[in-house]
């Protein structure tokens, strides 16, 4: 099953000419363009054809097509995708977030405590939200002590389940 990959998220216009303001998420922003034309989640697809990275993290997007400030506008809040597949092959122990979507979540005993439903970041490093069967989540700290084995080819990862505490408000 073919899986799409946030790449980017509109998050108002720049000028008058139909640029936008954009987070982004891939390591570098330049790389934006590099993995074709990109989609949104109703499948309307955009040509980037001019990028320029501003602060940390953002650039600003000029799209084929958008060619005023109220074109430009209409696009807040618009998610732009890539298809997984088109994305470069991982190194070994290296993963997209979007891999781990999904994957069952196990304790090291092999119980299943949920499914990975995503990946945050508040600033203080990753975060791994599991849902539970009973429609609960779980975050924990995204780190190798914490979640130890991924194997995404069995579908599954095992997370090192912390400690109940006192006030008994931890993963049972």
């Known amino acids: 099953m073919a899986r799409d990959v946030l790449l980017a998220a509109i ?50 997007i000029a799209f084929s097509g958008i060619t005023d400030r109220n074109a430009a506008e209409a696009l807040k809040g618009t998610e732009l995708f890539v298809a997984r597949d088109a994305l470069p092959a991982t190194d070994e122990e290296e993963f997209y977030h979007a891999d781990l979507i999904g994957l069952e979540a196990q304790d ?15 600033g203080a490093g990753d975060v791994i939200e599991i849902t539970r069967d009973d429609g609960n ?36």
């Open 11 to 60: 998050i108002g216009a720049q000028g008058l000419k139909g640029e936008v303001k954009a987070k982004i998420f891939t390591a570098e922003p330049d790389t934006l363009g590099a993995y074709g034309a990109l989609h949104d989640r109703k499948g309307r697809k955009y040509e980037i054809t001019a990028l320029r990275p501003t602060k940390d993290g953002e650039a600003v």
């Open 108 to 122: 090291s005993e092999g119980r299943v405590l949920g499914k990975v439903a995503a990946i945050h970041n508040y």
């Open 137 to 172: 989540s779980v975050m924990l700290s995204f780190t190798r002590e914490t979640v130890p084995v991924i194997d995404i080819p069995g579908g599954r990862i095992k997370v090192a389940v912390p400690e109940d505490d006192e006030d008994n408000d931890h993963v049972e």
